[in-house]
């Protein structure tokens, strides 16, 4: 029996392995997740994005003009993949489009970082992400 159930652990992790996305895909989806994600929140006013932006380390040495936060489940997002592909605005074919509730965070223009000050926006709307890797995880938020 041992030997039966070290087979299959060592089955399961090889299948882990196989469906890990690579290094870099990794790391572009954990930025993808830390600058765009967050299903918790409902966003929509001025202090969250002040709060998001600074807490996601967005406005460390300069403030990022615009940024959009998803709010939605991580398995929501992540079936925008599977959806035909569209092209992206570098002119690749690996993007994708869906409709989630956002909150839209546009500098005012009058700040400074670290203490960068945003504009928020709220609603639901299409966006356009890029996905990578097998299977498909997002990389990218295009528009």
């Known amino acids: ?52 932006m600074q807490r996601r380390k967005m406005t460390t040495h300069q403030c990022k003009r615009f940024n959009t936060f998803i709010h939605e489940a991580i398995w929501n997002i992540h079936s925008i993949c599977s959806t035909t592909n569209v092209q992206c605005k570098n002119g690749k074919m ?12 546009r500098e005012t223009g009058s700040s400074r970082a670290p203490n960068c000050r ?4 709220a609603s639901t709307r299409r966006v356009v992400i890029a996905c990578e890797g097998n299977p498909e995880v997002p990389v990218h938020f295009d528009k």
């Not at 469906?19 to 409902?42: I, K, N």
């Not at 690996?94 to 965070?105: I, M």
Request: hydrophobic share 35%; proline share 4%.
């Open 94 to 105: 690996n993007c994708h489009e869906g409709v989630v509730k956002v909150t839209d965070c």
């Open 118 to 121: 945003y504009r928020a926006k």
């Open 1 to 52: 029996m041992a030997p039966q159930k070290a087979h299959s652990l060592l089955l399961l992790l090889l299948l882990t392995l196989l469906v890990q996305p690579s290094y870099g895909q990794d790391r572009m989806y954990q930025r993808f997740l830390r600058q765009h994600v967050d299903p918790e929140g409902t966003g929509g006013n001025d202090g969250y994005c002040n709060l998001m």
